[in-house]
């Protein structure tokens, strides 16, 4: 049984441009988080998506958007990056009230 | 969402038992207490989850006092490999719509040979 995959492992990409960081859920699992993480800090939440839909959104502008297709996969888009954009950007899925978390490796984004 | 503080950094030896204390002073009465454990390159993973007094499973148990405002996560018996940073996140409760969680910095525990 799979776990939470992320792909790319790691990206660079320059200032101004767009990047569509992906993620598939472990399976039995329909809904999909994704989180910001700095070098050195916690994970921060961006959104969360659940039937297709975002259910809840954390402090991040409109540059940050996301999908969910039928099959519970996400995707997290990023436009107009930002040198403060770099990061790790963590996909976690869960059942719909399960409280636990999975988070895959991450997709490593570097902006140059 | 309630806030959570927990200190910075701690060290121990093999074979000792780490306990991480978190405080949540104003966690809400549906709240549940999460930690995550997380290494390098890698996303959190689940340790341990609860609501009041004492949980335990094969990896660690959590205390919780009867105010709730705090909370301690002991590591019977440390070893290297539990060298890593552990969170400590109050959030929606299992049951409940949306599972958005709060992580704040963690504690970087050291396990020294």
């Known amino acids: 049984d799979a776990g939470v995959t992320q792909s790319p492992t790691h990206l660079i990409k320059t200032r101004g441009q767009q990047v569509t960081l992906r993620c598939s859920p472990k399976s039995g699992h329909d809904t999909v988080s994704w989180y910001q993480q700095a070098l050195g800090q916690g994970p921060q939440f961006i959104f969360q998506y659940y039937e297709e839909e975002e259910r809840q959104r954390g402090n991040f502008p409109d540059r940050f958007s996301g999908h969910q297709f039928p099959n519970y996969s996400s995707e997290l888009n990023v436009n107009a990056l930002l040198l403060g954009d770099s990061a790790l950007y963590l996909c976690?899925?869960?059942?719909?009230?399960?409280?636990?978390?999975?988070f895959g490796e991450g997709s490593r984004l570097t902006v140059l | 969402l309630a806030k959570t503080t927990q200190p910075i950094s701690m060290d121990s030896y093999e074979g000792q038992e780490v306990n991480i204390t978190c405080s949540h002073n104003?966690?809400?009465?549906?709240?549940?207490i999460t930690w995550y454990q997380q290494f390098p390159s890698q996303g959190p993973r689940f340790i341990i989850q609860g609501y009041k007094t004492k949980v335990t499973n094969e990896v660690a148990s959590l205390f919780i006092p009867a105010d709730r405002k705090s909370s301690t996560l002991s590591l019977p018996r440390v070893s290297l490999s539990d060298t890593a940073v552990y969170y400590c996140?109050?959030?929606?409760?299992?049951?409940?719509?949306?599972?958005?969680?709060?992580f704040g910095g963690g504690t970087r525990l050291m396990v020294k040979p």
């Open positions: 996140l109050v959030g929606d409760p299992p049951n409940n719509a949306g599972n958005m969680l709060t």
């Open positions: 104003n966690i809400a009465t549906n709240d549940y």
């Open positions: 976690a899925s869960s059942e719909l009230g399960n409280g636990e978390l999975f």
